[in-house]
């Protein structure tokens, strides 16, 4: 399996910006596609964002274009650019991978807590 770490979390004022990171280390090419995720306090996770690691495809759920997923296979780290940030974007964030093309995420990664204030 792949192993996710995320970082780039943090405390962020409404109308703000901030790059989430998910570094992939292990076996590598089975991360088909690596998503991003999110759960807000009290509710369901959320799809946010997806990427396909070879080829760039990707998929959002309706972030308004204020979100972009994007990769560098060099460094074999996916990112979310998430702009214009409102105080209903607070969550915990999470990167998964899936062997397939937005398929079952099977690999999780531990979470970063990002909080947008008023």
């Known amino acids: 399996q792949v192993q996710l770490v995320e970082s780039g979390g943090g405390l962020v004022q409404a109308g703000g910006s901030l790059r989430l990171s998910c570094a992939a280390s292990?076996?590598?090419?089975?991360?088909?596609?690596i998503g991003w995720f999110r759960q807000a306090p009290g509710k369901e996770r959320e799809f946010v964002a997806a990427?396909?690691?070879?080829?760039?495809?990707t998929r959002y759920a309706d972030s308004k274009g204020r979100f972009t997923i994007s990769r560098d296979n060099a460094k074999n780290t996916v990112y979310l650019q998430m702009n214009s940030l409102k105080l209903e974007d607070t969550a915990v964030y999470y990167c998964?991978?899936?062997?397939?093309?937005?398929?079952?995420?099977?690999?999780w990664g531990q979470g970063t807590q990002v909080t947008v204030s008023s």
């Open positions: 998964a991978g899936s062997s397939s093309w937005l398929g079952s995420f099977g690999s």
């Open positions: 292990g076996r590598t090419f089975s991360a088909y596609t």
């Open positions: 990427i396909r690691w070879s080829g760039g495809n």
